[in-house]
């Protein structure tokens, strides 16, 4: 039953941040959390929709192995290559910056290259006429919210950045509440590499999530900033585009590879941060025994959340120290913590909630990153961007435990 209340929790907090309360479509509102439901049930329940999560995981070892041997070729042992002195403690010659995180240099080369194919645009389009059919959108937002599920925030607006310019504000803050709610297609293979030694079909669990999310994050965007201007319908993909399939390749590696630096930076940073603060924190008296940390503070604060949204209480601690790092910090940092918790930190069934209540890019630092992208997009409209720059983080932030909430009751 705590999923339920959740729920209604969560929702009644977008209502009471709403700008006009009385013009609320509730069509938008059933229609979306039904769609929510109904992924959730085939993709968890449904057997020829659970075999592909199988099929999926071995994409994971696929990608794997095919980065190894890249990143063995180009770094030796520093890269996963056979080791040229025995290795004393099991796992010690890990890299993640060389072996793990080399990764989304190749997702970034096959998304643009299935971009070039016109693979991943039908694939958009096909998400977008559900999204529009089952919740009466405009078909302008309907490609922008399909694309999150693939593309990264800021990659998805491209395809509708001709329209952004005559959008209605209630479309705009829809699709940064999207961006925000959803992760990039670069970052599933990665965050499931991380997280399939923790959790059977990962990879599945998590492109789940970023499609659930979707739906989820125009619900409440649709009740934060209602609807009260005709829609913009227009439904033609516009972005990046390519020469050749070679042209793509190239492309593709170049920003995945602006993202590799971006990722490096941003975790050298934050971890040196989050322990700047926990040696502060040590000065402070214990508290029940044990020295107060950032984890424990988090966690004391969003115990309450997840609690309503399925976690037992006794879990409740550990779950929301994750739920704080990856709001606080990021999501990359809390799936790394949640990866390396002892296997009985946390029951089954409060690992699936987390991975999907985890699984978005609704955090401070990548708020930057899109109210930046979508105002060179859209620089007329850059001050009303900023201006929803923090609903928009809320809503993605709220999207995302809904789903949680709604995985945790199935």
């Not at 170049?254 to 941060?273: E, H, P, R, T």
Request: charged fraction near 10%.
């Amino acid at each position: 039953m705590n999923g339920i209340a959740g729920m209604a929790v969560l929702l009644a907090v977008a209502w009471l941040m709403s700008e006009k309360r009385q013009i609320i479509s509730w069509r938008t509102v059933l229609a979306g959390i039904a769609v929510q439901v109904l992924i959730a049930l085939l993709m968890l329940k449904v057997a020829p929709f659970r075999g592909m999560f199988m099929g999926l995981n071995s994409c994971v070892v696929a990608m794997e192995d095919a980065t190894k041997a890249g990143t063995s070729f180009v770094f030796g042992y520093l890269g996963g290559g056979p080791l040229p002195f025995t290795e004393l403690k099991p796992g010690s010659s890990f890299s993640l910056a060389f072996q793990s995180l080399p990764m989304i240099l190749v997702i970034g080369a096959l998304t643009s290259l299935l971009y070039y194919w016109r693979i991943l645009p039908k694939i958009v389009l096909g998400f977008s006429w559900i999204l529009r059919k089952s919740m009466g959108i405009g078909g302008a937002l309907g490609v922008a919210a399909a694309g999150c599920i693939f593309l990264g925030m800021v990659e998805s607006p491209m395809l509708i950045r001709p329209y952004l310019k005559q959008m209605t504000r209630s479309e705009l803050f829809a699709v940064m509440a999207t961006g925000l709610s959803c992760i990039a297609g670069t970052m599933l293979v990665l965050y499931a590499t991380l997280l399939h030694q923790v959790i059977p079909d990962a990879l599945g669990h998590i492109l789940t999530a970023s499609i659930i999310h979707a739906p989820a994050a125009l619900v409440i965007a649709s009740i934060m900033i209602p609807e009260s201007e005709p829609q913009t319908m227009g439904t033609e993909i516009s972005g990046y585009e390519a020469g050749s399939a070679m042209d793509a390749i190239s492309k593709g590696t170049s920003d995945g590879l602006k993202l590799l630096f971006n990722i490096v930076a941003i975790l050298i940073v934050f971890v040196a941060l989050v322990k700047l603060v926990n040696i502060a924190l040590c000065e402070l008296p214990d508290f029940k025994g044990t020295p107060i940390t950032l984890e424990r503070l988090l966690g004391m604060l969003m115990a309450p959340i997840v609690w309503l949204i399925g976690v037992p209480w006794s879990e409740a601690g550990t779950a929301g120290s994750l739920m704080g790092v990856k709001v606080v910090l990021n999501e990359f940092l809390a799936y790394m913590q949640f990866a390396s918790l002892p296997e009985t930190a946390l029951s089954p069934r409060s690992k699936i909630i987390m991975i999907y209540s985890m699984c978005s890019f609704a955090n401070f630092g990548s708020l930057g990153i899109l109210i930046g992208g979508m105002g060179t997009l859209c620089p007329e409209r850059r001050e009303e961007i900023a201006s929803m720059g923090i609903k928009a983080l809320i809503a993605g932030v709220l999207a995302s435990l809904m789903t949680g909430a709604i995985v945790g009751l199935i």
